[in-house]
């Protein structure tokens, strides 16, 4: 999924023989900072957003094809029957997530962008619970009203917060654009949870790859002023996002397979941390106060919500 990218869904799938007790937790680590770069590299390239998707994803297709071609043998390249609407259901959602994430991105600071789009975490829950029949307490309530104290802190609308009419006023539809990364991004994983086990992970990203790459183009074919060929200097970085956005995904996947849901989604906000410090170390953007006060409040929403996983994980045990 970008949010801020789309994740396979976080499953405890214990594997023994581990090279290491701490595999996982590097693997966990290693695709949050892949995350974090590629929402960089979208803040570097100078392309519109819907035209970086559309690199990005055809890229990330060119790379995963070959692999799917090689596993053809144990993977139907085009899924079970009776989850191919699912499959292009999430497909479609994370790759308009990853539009508006890219938009939200090139709009708002980073650090703002990527931690906005952490909403989703506790609209999960919500979501869950009515299309999946989740179980719904009093501690995702409390987790969800934390979380959109610190969202709205950062986003920092001009009806509570006067002082900031001038740069709302620029920067409205950036946070428009992150709140919808969060909630499409929510349908993406809630659809992965459907999914469940019964997909190969590399089937998830070859449709989400295919989806995003026919709506971008379908959208860059009918506005077609938005499309410019980019810059030699934005080729690299569109090729780089393409490369690391995979490099992300099967790092996340590997780390679900070796570590527990809940510590994987502790290791997957800690994208919120690198950003800012990417954000400040190589944009030379420093946040104000109230950025950093939400975005503290939405990274331990994300821990709390990583830590209650963990323990329904052991209890399960």
């Known amino acids: 999924m970008t949010p801020v990218e789309d994740e396979p869904p976080l499953e405890h799938d214990q594997k023994k023989g581990r090279t290491f007790i701490g595999i996982g937790i590097v ?86 962008a990527v931690t906005i789009t952490y909403l989703s975490l506790v609209l999960i829950p919500i979501v869950s619970k009515i299309f999946l029949k989740e179980s719904l307490t009093a501690v995702d309530i409390v987790f969800a009203i934390v979380a959109l104290v610190g969202v709205t802190l950062i986003a920092r609308p001009s009806f509570l917060f006067h002082d900031t009419y001038d740069k709302e006023s620029s920067q409205r539809f950036g946070t428009i654009y992150a709140l919808i990364s969060a909630a499409l991004r929510t349908v993406s994983i809630v659809t992965l949870r459907k999914l469940g086990p019964g997909t190969h992970p590399f089937l998830n990203m070859i449709y989400y790859s295919i989806c995003g790459t026919v709506t971008t183009a379908t959208i860059l074919i009918i506005a077609q002023n938005l499309f410019e060929f980019p810059c030699i200097g934005s080729v690299p970085y569109i090729l780089c996002m393409g490369v690391i956005g995979v490099v992300g995904q099967y790092f996340l996947t590997m780390s679900t397979k070796t570590e527990r849901a809940g510590t994987v989604a502790i290791l997957k906000s800690s994208q919120i941390i690198f950003v800012y410090i990417m954000q400040i170390v190589v944009l030379q953007d420093l946040p104000n106060v109230t950025s950093l006060i939400g975005a503290a409040m939405v990274l331990l929403t994300s821990i709390g919500i990583g830590i209650r996983k963990f323990q329904k994980d052991r209890n399960k045990r």
């Open 27 to 112: 693997f966990g680590l290693i695709s949050a900072i892949c995350s974090g770069l590629n929402a960089l590299l979208v803040k570097m390239a100078n392309v519109n957003g819907v035209e970086i998707t559309l690199f990005r994803l055809s890229t990330q297709f060119l790379i995963i094809l070959p692999i799917m071609f090689h596993k053809r043998t144990t993977v139907d390249i085009v899924g079970p029957a009776n989850l191919r609407r699912t499959l292009w259901l999430r497909g479609f959602a994370g790759s308009t997530n990853l539009i508006f994430l890219y938009l939200a991105v090139a709009a708002l600071p980073l650090g703002d």
